[in-house]
T-cell receptor, first 114, second 114 residues
């Protein structure tokens, strides 16, 4: 069975500072990894994904994430946070040998303060 | 290209009543998924259609939930009779049959059972 853990319910950061939202995963095979963002009263928006290749992937709105196989992690990062980045962030994993289903973490609320 | 659309955006019903949620996927997307988020917890998988066929319905909580996708286009999710614990946000997502895995989500249907 596949699973995702987002250990922080909330992350607070000052505008202009770097941010990290943590994610660890567990799959039996090779993972496809995703980050989604949910702004208030909106649906989930795709941010970025890791399928294969370079461990550092870049996505929308200046976000990036680093795949670390040994630590089974896929932390989301941004060098300089904006107040408009405040939202709910979900990490998700798909085991490529176990169908198309995505398994999501519990979500992390990012609060960026001016 | 239109995104995934869901209707209604919010439904308030009493326990024991019936509600039907509708999802229109992105045109050409054969994969259609239903997920739900209850009480701010993880986004949980409910089921997966490939065209009109149920590929995986392992996440359906009980037989009060019925999903259909007649003709392989839009899908409906009926809850009958609704219980208090069914309250949450129901997300629909779609993807191409042979894509790299990211799902495109609708804005969700918030269900409140009183």
């Amino acid at each position: 069975a596949q699973s995702v853990a987002q250990p922080e319910d909330q992350v607070n950061v000052a505008e202009g500072n770097p941010l990290t939202v943590k994610c660890t995963y567990s799959v039996s095979g090779n993972p496809y990894l995703f980050w989604y963002v949910q702004y208030p009263n909106r649906g989930l928006q795709f941010l970025l994904k890791y399928i294969t290749g370079d461990n550092l992937v870049k996505g929308s709105y200046g976000f990036e994430a680093e795949f670390n196989k040994s630590q089974t992690s896929f932390h989301l990062k941004k060098p300089s946070a904006l107040v408009s980045d405040s939202a709910l962030y979900f990490c998700a994993v798909r085991d490529i040998n176990a169908g198309n289903m995505l398994t999501f973490g519990g979500g992390t609320r990012l609060m960026v303060k001016p | 290209e239109a995104g995934v659309t869901q209707f209604p955006s919010h439904s308030v019903i009493e326990k024991g009543q019936t509600v039907t949620l509708r999802c229109d996927p992105i045109s050409g997307h054969d994969n259609l998924y239903w997920y739900r988020r209850v009480m701010g917890k993880e986004i949980k998988f409910l089921l997966h259609f490939v065209k009109e066929s149920k590929q995986d319905e392992s996440g359906m909580p009980n037989n009060r939930f019925l999903a259909e996708r007649t003709g392989g286009t839009y899908s409906t999710l009926k809850v009958q009779p609704a219980e208090l614990e069914d309250s949450g946000v129901y997300f629909c997502a779609s993807s191409r049959l042979r894509g790299t895995g990211e799902l495109f989500f609708g804005e969700g249907s918030r269900l409140t059972v009183l």
